[in-house]
Structures are given as structure tokens and as C-alpha cells.
């Protein structure tokens, strides 16, 4: 792991595209500003194990598990 000091409205750069401005320094929280390109997906650490957890959760689904909801995506039913 990169350890970095940095002082209020200093940035550290991420590859060519990705800046981490610290925004704020008050007690012992520091409020960070990301600036990335869309394809990027930023998330603090616990909203990415919840999104890994849910996705792994789904794919462990059985499909005949799942409730039939009495809608069909064959053409002929929407006649």
C-alpha cells in the first residue's frame, strides 16, 4: 500500500484520468473529492462489498425458483 501526507485542497492523480482532491479535514474524518470518467465506478469500500455480495447472491439463484409472473415475451401473446 502507497502511503501519502496531504494537506487541504492538495490532489493526488490515479493513472491519467482519476484526481483525489482532499476537500476537508476536520478531527479525524477527511472528506475527499474524485473526479473519474463515467466508466469508473467510485464507491466507498462498504457500498462495493454490498454490491459484491448482492451480485453473488443473485447468481446463486435457481431460475425455477423464481415466481412466474404470468407475462410471456413471445410476440404472439401481445395479439
Request: hydrophobic share 35%; glycine share 6%; charged share 30%.
Amino acid at each position: 500500500m502507497l502511503v501519502l501526507s496531504r494537506h487541504r485542497d492538495e490532489s493526488i492523480m490515479i493513472g491519467d484520468n482519476v484526481v483525489v482532491t482532499i476537500v476537508d479535514i476536520r478531527g479525524d474524518k477527511v472528506r475527499l473529492g474524485i473526479e473519474a470518467p463515467q466508466h469508473i465506478p467510485v464507491h466507498r469500500q462498504e457500498v462495493y462489498e454490498a454490491i459484491q455480495r448482492e451480485n453473488r447472491n443473485a447468481s446463486q439463484i435457481d431460475p425455477a425458483d423464481t415466481k412466474d409472473t404470468g407475462q410471456s415475451n413471445t410476440s404472439a401473446d401481445s395479439q
